[in-house]
């Protein structure tokens, strides 16, 4: 009789053998890697896996495995991506593997086929099931994370550890990730959060990676050996080189310069890849602006990379993706110029882009119809667009803080786009020289294998009341004490115990070192230090000593710290507005009083070091100089209630002098005064002191490391309570719907929809004042117009709410929320009334902060998904949730609407 499928499976399983791994091997169209095949054994095997390797090296063939067994065991599958346009590629992925039927699409945008047993989703939806307890969890077996090492992101990598954590203990966790250098660590922690996982670590490129660098108009190695088989040096020819151009570029006697160093254009860059065979590449700008003006330069130096089929190829694609966009809408968007840039094989990429537009360029460069694309550094974290070449043009960026070197990490991420495997016999990168640019630090970056993978997991509002409800307090804690945050800080507070023990045996040494025949030295010391504390408490009354604490303690006020002004006309209460200090001279603040002068103050004005009594919030711009600004400011400083402390009065130098004296009488009269050893003993009580006080240091920050994150969940916790959130172990009714808002300003909007702050919004204008919770400027801009009546009054309020929560997270030492954001609310509320995108842009250029295209559909997709968490907790049947599911309605239309059907 013939054996049922199962029993030939598992007689195969007893032999050895894989044979789901056979029968999903058969079907592709390379052999499997060595590390590729490990993975897929142990998933076949029934752990869990953890896939390490570097970019365009195969990973994603692992999770395509964990999809395979799903189906073939008749469980379900989710397939989680950081991003929607890797979820958008993966789905397209497996349904041409596959078949629509069994595959489903979940993003903040789109739903398809959600209840398939493969679902494609962003990591975040995945979160969301979780906490909501959804019965699409039922019959999960697998769960591939793409990218895991996104846990590492400061914003989004909570949800990572979310996820892991939260996991049904029978779910198997694939996850895909980058060369980290930490990889074992991970993987234990892994181990130890979710049973048995093998961790699969493989730094081999398939596609050999040639580094290089482009010296005005010629291409140098980088290394004089890259074939691995010796060790990395700095090819001499490109040294030379650099150095002739670096000693050309110097003074001559008349103090005129020799000789500039003009670097290539850009279109000799593309020219030169293109003569060398080095084409499609990837030109990485660090700005918007810069990749732009980039495609510009090209197209006007009449660079073409594209045969006549080719550009009859782009020109179809790019009719057919953007079918949709509303014609009236295209002379805004640049369309012509982008496309007949397309048509010459030259494409920008980056996030300030149309949405369709981007994803257009996607498609026709994977498809190898774009030749060169100028990209910022979000595209090496988006979807698979990997190339022969990729060019670096520089090795700083800009953070949104301050311009920074790249990281050997970046620099990787970066680069190891270069290769396309089963295209591409070898991948190249180039990095083109500037003046002061060392070839050694390229090749510094090149080599260097250190990028570990560092948790930015903390609990907030809305994980916090999921806690609770789900598994309750001490769970929750003990949660929390199990994520990877805590086994990292954990890890470090190891090695800080070995080096107290290490210490206390010095210690140990010191105090018998110090012992004395005639009494306690240690108290002797004690009296001896006390001596020259006051002595130096002496000396530091004298001018000079004062002058300096005083500047040390101007140069600590922050913007809008509230300080005492002793004496004169100008006593009582200020606010300071400015802190920007001449780095060579002493600070001198600007402050306003609360009778209304505004003026810098120096140390001349202090008789003692300064103290902030308090914080006001400040508007971003503070026009001091108008009369009506300085009386609004002067009558909030007022009402914020803090009272100027007492003036200290001075100790007289008598009272001093008799204190110091009596420490000198109890000295002398101590016993050890009179020991012959009396001075060496105090040299090993000195290095007594210096010792225990660096092991007490130690020991605080061991406390403040271990429980760390527990500690922080009970801090949120007691905030929650004195706001109404929580009762003990039980969610209010307000808690139910903090639990339910998934969202960077969480709470914010459970206050404002608590307190009645939105009521009797129109649909566009509470749009306007969503918008101020989810939007961020990209720099530090004037103050935006917004509309006047409800709006203005709704913001206003929302800041209001937010300054009082931002003083109690403050109290309660927790992360602040974000200040209101108010410079997206007039486009937003333009758009909702149903103005043109052609309107609606003119007028943003005009108003804060410059706003492209790609920008306005990102913030209006962010505002629509707050309003839809404001219509689920809200309801129906309410004023606010009927006003939030119009403005939805009104805000998804034309390129805001355009992929997300």
Known sequence: MANSPAEAYAAARRRGAFPALQEFASGLSFALDPFQRKACEALEDGHGALVC?????????????????????????????????????????????????????????????????????????????????????????????????????????????????????SVKLVGLSATVSNAEEFGEWLVDVRGDTAVVVDEHRPVPLWQHMMVGSRLFDLFADQTGSGRLTVDPHLVQRVH????????????????????????????RLERDGLLPAIIFI?????????????????????????????????????????????????????????????????????????????????????KAVFATETLALGINMPARSVVLERLVKFNGEAHVDLTPGEYTQLTGRAGRRGIDIEGHAVVLWQPGVDPAQVAGLASTRTYP?????????????????????????????????????????????????????????????????????????????????????????????????????????ERGDVIAVPGGRRSGLAVVLDTVQDPHSDPRPLVLTEDRWAGRLSVTDFPAPVQALGRMRLPKRVEYRVPRVRRDLASALRETGIVPPPRARRRSDAADDAELAALRRALRAHPCHGCDDREAHARWAERYDRLDHETETVRQQVAATTHSLARTFDRIRALLTERGYLEGEQLTEHGRRLARLWSETDLLTAECLRHGIWDGLAPAELAAVVSALVYESRGDNATPRVPSGPVSDGLAATVRVWADLEADERRHR???????????????????????????????QGNAAELSAGDFVRWCRQVVDLLDQVRGVAGDDSGVGLAAASAVRALRRGVVALGTE
């Open 244 to 271: 002739e151009l670096e000693r050309r570029s110097g003074w001559d006697r008349r103090g005129d310069r020799a000789f500039r160093f003009r670097p290539p254009t850009r279109a000799d860059v593309v020219t």
């Open 814 to 844: 927790l992360e602040r929320t974000r200040e209101p954001d108010l410079g997206f609310a007039w486009p937003v509320y333009r758009w909702a009334r149903g103005e043109s995108l052609s309107a609606v842009l003119a007028a943003a």
């Open 453 to 557: 993978l560092r948790s930015s997991f903390r609990p907030g509002y809305n994980m916090a009341v999921n806690l609770v409800d789900r598994v309750g307090v001490a769970a929750g804690r003990a949660l929390l004490e199990r994520s990877f945050a805590q086994f990292q800080a954990d890890r470090s507070v190891v090695s800080l115990a070995r080096r107290i023990d290490r210490n206390a045996e010095a210690l140990a040494g010191y105090a018998e070192s110090m012992a004395c025949h005639l009494g306690d030295f240690s108290e002797y010391a004690r009296l001896r230090r006390q001596v020259s504390e006051r002595e130096r408490a002496l000396a530091r009354s004298s001018g000079a000593a004062r002058r300096a604490e005083v500047a040390a303690s101007l140069a600590r006020l």
């Open 286 to 370: 660090f700005s918007r602006a810069g990749c732009e003006a980039a495609v510009s330069q090209c197209v006007r130096n009449g660079l073409r990379l594209t045969t006549p089929e080719e550009a009859a190829e782009i020109r179809y694609v790019v009719d057919t993706r953007t079918a949709d966009v509303p014609e009236g809408d295209l002379g805004v968007l640049g369309f012509w110029d982008w496309r007949d840039a397309l048509e010459k094989g030259i494409a920008a990429h980056h996030a300030g882009m149309l949405p369709a537009f981007k994803e257009t360029v996607e498609e026709l460069f994977v498809r190898g119809l774009i």
């Open 53 to 169: 390797a570097p970019t365009g090296a195969g990973k994603t063939v692992v999770g395509e495995f964990a999809v395979h067994l799903a189906l073939a065991q008749g469980r379900k599958c989710f397939y989680t991506t950081p991003i929607k346009a890797l979820s958008n590629q993966k789905y397209a992925d497996l349904v041409a593997r596959y078949s629509p039927e069994v595959i489903g699409l979940l993003t903040g945008d789109t739903s398809v086929n959600g209840s398939a047993p493969v679902v494609v989703m962003t990591t975040e939806v995945l979160r969301n099931m979780l906490y909501a307890g959804s019965a699409a969890l039922d019959g999960l077996a697998y769960v591939v994370m793409d990218e895991i090492h996104y846990l590492a992101d400061r914003f989004r990598g909570a949800v990572w550890e979310e996820v892991i954590l939260n996991l049904p203990g």
